[in-house]
């Protein structure tokens, strides 16, 4: 999902990509994998996947020992698109099912959350007992910082439409302390 670039409107799959350099790798291969011949290529961006051991979503649990946590670039108040690891392994196998009819479709993959970055930070940090303060500093120019410093917030209503998929599991933030 973090091929789009920062803007906060909701975006859908005819959304332009951003310039980033990871935005060009993917487009690169998604571009090679539309052209595939012998298969019915479908390419799936899922948001932030969550769910059972969390994956990289673990990072909002951690509390450093001083207390804070350095978020870089220009935009303070991210958000992002969220999915549930279940969720996705629907939309993967709903895909399948259709997988002529949708073959050469993008889709975006996310459920219907939003959640603000800060506020993911914060309350994981509450859950594990602790408190932290975040420190906004500028862009290290590093593939990481230019990959987290964008709102992301995608729509999923296509593969809704066209695969008759919904998400199921309503949101990273709301069920945070089941992990």
């Not at 994998?33 to 996947?49: C, D, H, Q, T």
């Not at 969720?87 to 996310?110: P, S």
């Not at 959350?113 to 420190?135: M, R």
Request: with cysteine.
């Amino acid at each position: 999902c973090m091929v789009y670039g920062h803007d906060e409107r909701i975006r859908d799959e005819n959304w332009p990509i951003s310039n980033t350099v990871y935005a060009g790798k993917r487009r690169a291969i998604e571009t090679h994998l539309l052209n595939s011949k012998g298969v019915y290529p479908i390419v799936f961006r899922p948001g932030g996947v969550f769910g059972y051991d969390l994956g990289p979503a673990k990072y909002f649990f951690e509390v450093p020992a001083d207390k804070k946590k350095q978020l870089y670039g220009k935009h303070h108040d991210i958000k992002f698109s969220w999915v549930h690891v279940d969720d996705l392994g629907d939309a993967y196998v709903a895909a399948a099912k259709h997988a002529k009819k949708v073959a050469g479709e993008i889709f975006n993959i996310v459920g219907y959350d939003k959640p603000k970055f800060v506020d993911l930070l914060l309350k994981g940090a509450e859950l594990a007992g602790s408190k932290i303060e975040i420190e906004f500093l500028p862009s290290r120019g590093t593939f990481y910082d230019e990959l987290l410093d964008a709102t992301v917030v995608l729509s999923p209503q296509k593969a809704i439409d066209l695969l008759g998929w919904t998400p199921k599991v309503y949101g990273f933030f709301e069920n945070l302390e089941i992990y």
